[in-house]
């Protein structure tokens, strides 16, 4: 099936927002993982950055980075900068980030890999105003039923929402693998932080164990609204290069993304700052998604669902 539209295109078999570089997305698919590589993998939408921002406050021991931009270059967007850069350019301690399904993702059983589901009711949402927000996707003035009508078509970036999950969820008892879930992060972030160090490092986690404020520390830097300012004000930033030099060292795949932009009709200065992050909550859908289009997913929730045990997770979301 030819995914492609005016916003996402198909790249070997992939469907990825035309803002991003194929060139560079092709050798990401054939990235070689490293032993012990830490990916943080998950659907758009459903948690990515702040896993991303656990995982990364864990391995530094809750040290903040000096600027907010520092952040992307400890977790570089594999699917965006590609695979030379991304593992050139990391500042390490680090982890990937990709939102690649399970059979394209660089697949090594000596990396990790953390992967994040979210209610797809609450992602649709987040995912609309997340084209809306984002000058690439030209789609400020888009409907919700113009997006709704992709969603459930898989024709949005990364495709269908339960082609992605479910492989990933099926895959979840392998060693190398911990899911969890946006919702669990909201109940209990300590738990999921000490199952990630456990996950990611067994001397960390019981470094965690012996040091309560640096978990105390992790947990506040990881916090909604400290992780939302870092990551605003950081993909502002990388948005809008503060000077050529700045620009000269951002990775291929980024400097890519910044001259699609450019190339774009200007929006206006108040446009110009980065809301990556809106809300960050759970059940949100229950506010924004009209009637209709609520009623559509739940009978597709059903259908995609009714023969695997994935029912358990929606007893959680529904």
């Known amino acids: ?78 699917d965006q900068w590609g695979a030379e850069d991304s593992e050139k350019m990391m500042v390490r301690p680090g982890c990937y980030k990709t939102h690649l399904p399970l059979h394209k993702v660089p697949w090594s059983d000596d990396a990790k890999y953390i992967y994040v589901a979210r209610n797809p009711k609450d992602c649709c949402v987040s995912f609309y105003h997340h084209m809306k927000n984002l000058p690439g996707y030209q789609f400020a003035d888009g409907s919700f039923e113009e997006f709704f009508d992709l969603f459930i078509k898989g024709e949005v970036e990364f495709g269908d929402y339960f082609d992605h999950l479910l492989p990933w969820y099926n895959a979840r008892h392998c060693s190398n693998v911990y899911f969890t879930t946006f919702e669990e992060m909201k109940i209990d972030l300590k738990e999921v932080a000490m199952k990630v160090a456990e996950f990611i490092d067994k001397t960390e986690a019981e470094y965690l164990k012996n040091n309560p404020e640096v978990l105390e520390r992790i947990l506040h830097n990881c916090s909604f609204e400290e992780t939302k300012n870092m990551v605003n004000a950081g993909l502002s930033s990388m948005y809008h290069p503060e000077d050529n030099d700045f620009l000269a060292r951002l990775p291929k795949g980024r400097r890519h993304v910044i ?52 029912m358990s997770l929606w007893e959680q979301w529904i």
Request: proline share 6%; hydrophobic share 35%; net charge positive.
């Open 259 to 310: 001259e699609y932009v450019e190339s774009l009709p200007k929006r206006t200065a108040t446009d110009r700052k980065i809301n990556f992050i809106r809300k960050g909550e759970i059940g949100s859908y229950k506010h924004e998604l009209p009637p209709e289009q609520n009623e559509i997913l739940s009978k597709i929730i059903q259908e995609r669902t009714k023969e695997t045990d994935v």
């Open 1 to 78: 099936m030819d995914t492609s539209n005016r916003f996402c295109v198909n790249v070997e078999g992939v469907v990825i927002p035309r803002f991003l570089s194929e060139k560079c997305f092709q050798t990401a698919l054939r990235f070689k993982p490293k032993n012990g590589d830490v990916f943080v993998v998950t659907y758009p939408k459903c948690g990515t950055t702040w896993m991303q921002n656990l995982v990364l406050n864990i391995m530094r021991r809750g040290r903040k980075f000096e600027k907010p931009s520092d952040f992307y270059f400890a977790s570089p967007f594999l």
